[in-house]
């Protein structure tokens, strides 16, 4: 299995902390959020990562150079500033062909802070193709949200009404199901939309396929504001 971290956004949210540095080099009570997924993906025996970059590219790199037990490889998004990383994962998709990368996905956001046990929980659920959810707490709406049916997603956006799953956005693909959202991705991209969240693309397949929603009762947080860096901060401190 080979890991996907998507790191190639501006974090403009997170600004002024993002002027000088990417959202995941962000830290959280004295460490990168990188860092926090990095040492996950680690202690869970997966040792391959390819990592997306945009602005400070270079600092990722360096970073990744001074991290050990993990082999790296880098996409970069030249286009960061008018795309979306729906665009991203297009590039993803060429790296992994002209590579002749066959493996199985694990994909995620890189402004997630968890630890090994929500990675343990997506690797040893038994559906091959799953996404982290959970259903108990406040749901935050302007992060993504799930609706599931029989404990299979169904449609996976932003600010859903009614009953849903808060969605963290890391992702367990069969090699197969992955390479049909980067198909479906690559009908977007052919159209122009490259602004959306690449979720877009997933929900025209989630009729016909069972993306398992793997609930978790371990602590996961996306750091997209200020606001959000400080429960963060506040939680790991305790």
Same mark, same amino acid.
């Given at each position: 299995m080979i890991a996907i971290i998507l790191a190639s956004g501006e974090g403009s949210r997170l600004h002024p902390l993002t002027k000088d540095r990417p959202k995941p080099l962000v830290e959280v009570d004295g460490k990168p959020?990188?860092?926090?997924?990095? *040492?996950?993906?680690r202690a869970n025996g997966i040792d391959r990562c390819v990592l997306t970059t945009g602005p400070f590219a270079e600092q990722l790199r360096s970073f990744a150079a001074e991290y050990s037990g993990i082999e790296f490889e880098?996409?970069?998004?030249?286009?960061?500033?008018?795309? *979306?990383?729906?665009? #991203?994962?297009?590039? /993803?998709?060429?790296?992994?062909?002209e590579r002749d990368i066959e493996d199985d996905v694990l994909l995620l956001h890189g402004d997630l802070v968890f630890g090994p046990e929500v990675i343990?929980?997506?690797?040893t659920a038994?559906?091959?193709?799953?996404?982290?959810?959970?259903? #108990?707490g406040p749901i935050d709406r302007k992060d993504f949200c799930a609706r599931v049916e029989d404990g299979t997603v169904r449609l996976i956006d932003t600010y859903l009404d009614g009953?849903?799953?808060?969605?963290?956005? /890391?992702?367990?693909?069969?090699? *197969?199901?992955?390479?049909?959202?980067?198909?479906?991705?690559?009908?977007?991209i052919n159209?122009?939309?490259v602004e959306q969240y690449a979720e877009r693309?997933?929900?025209?397949?989630?009729?016909?396929?069972?993306?398992?929603?793997?609930?978790?009762?371990?602590?996961?947080?996306?750091?997209d504001t200020p606001a959000d860096l400080t429960e963060v901060s506040d939680r790991i401190e305790r």
């Open positions: 959020i990188l860092e926090f997924q990095l *040492d996950a993906l880098f996409v970069h998004n030249e286009r960061y500033q008018e795309t *979306d990383y729906i665009y #991203t994962l297009a590039l /993803v998709g060429e790296f992994l062909e343990e929980s997506l690797l038994p559906a091959g193709n799953g996404v982290l959810v959970q259903g #108990t009953d849903v799953y808060q969605l963290y956005p /890391v992702y367990r693909f069969q090699r *197969d199901m992955f390479d049909r959202w980067l198909e479906q991705i690559e009908k977007h159209t122009g939309d693309a997933l929900n025209t397949l989630l009729d016909s396929i069972a993306l398992s929603a793997v609930e978790i009762d371990s602590y996961c947080r996306e750091v």
